[in-house]
């Protein structure tokens, strides 16, 4: 893993703690993100929070909701860059990219939620953008889902297909410890 770069941290927000998704995997994917984001602190590189919004007043993405703020566990610190996106690509309509190319970042490890949407969406911009991508599968998180024919996948088959689709095409999928002890130097 090269010296330039940057880890994104992709809504990781109070909206997600809402009963309305459901049931989510991984629960301990905050305090993995939390463990990434120290290590990336001790050694001064490039930190992003992506933080969604809405237009909507209704929505738990809604600036002047609590939903919008992001959790405690992961809060940015002063110099830490935070970009707010209303899509599920964290490239679409912000300086992402730009911010990448400036600093001159070429690896970027990415963590979030929610794995099947803009954690994914992300993750395949970034691959296509030519980064050198890493997502790791248990900073991340799902949510189960029905599909169009009703029928319900529970939150580790989404999260792991998600994942699947995602490894060797246009990322590598780490876990945490594997990206600390392996691919940390």
Known sequence: MDKNRALII?????????????????????????????LWREKG???IHIQHTSDNPHSLFYPKNKGFAIKEIVQPIDEEVIITKKVNSSFIHTN????????????????????PHCVSTTTRM???????TYLISDATAAFGLK??????YDP????NLSLATLHDEFATVLTTDQLINNFIK
């Not at 989510?24 to 993100?33: G, H, L, T």
């Not at 992402?96 to 794995?115: A, M, R, W």
């Not at 580790?156 to 999260?159: G, P």
């Open 10 to 38: 992709v809504d990781v927000q109070k909206a997600f703690d809402d009963n309305k998704w459901g049931e989510r995997n991984n629960p301990n994917a905050e305090e993995n993100i939390r463990r990434i984001l120290q």
């Open 45 to 47: 590189w490039t930190v």
């Open 96 to 115: 992402l990219e730009e911010f990448l190319k400036e600093k001159d970042i070429t690896t970027v490890v990415i963590t979030g939620l929610t794995t």
């Open 126 to 132: 970034s691959g296509n953008l030519g980064f050198d």
């Open 147 to 152: 599909d169009q024919n009703d029928i319900y």
């Open 156 to 159: 580790n088959t989404i999260h």
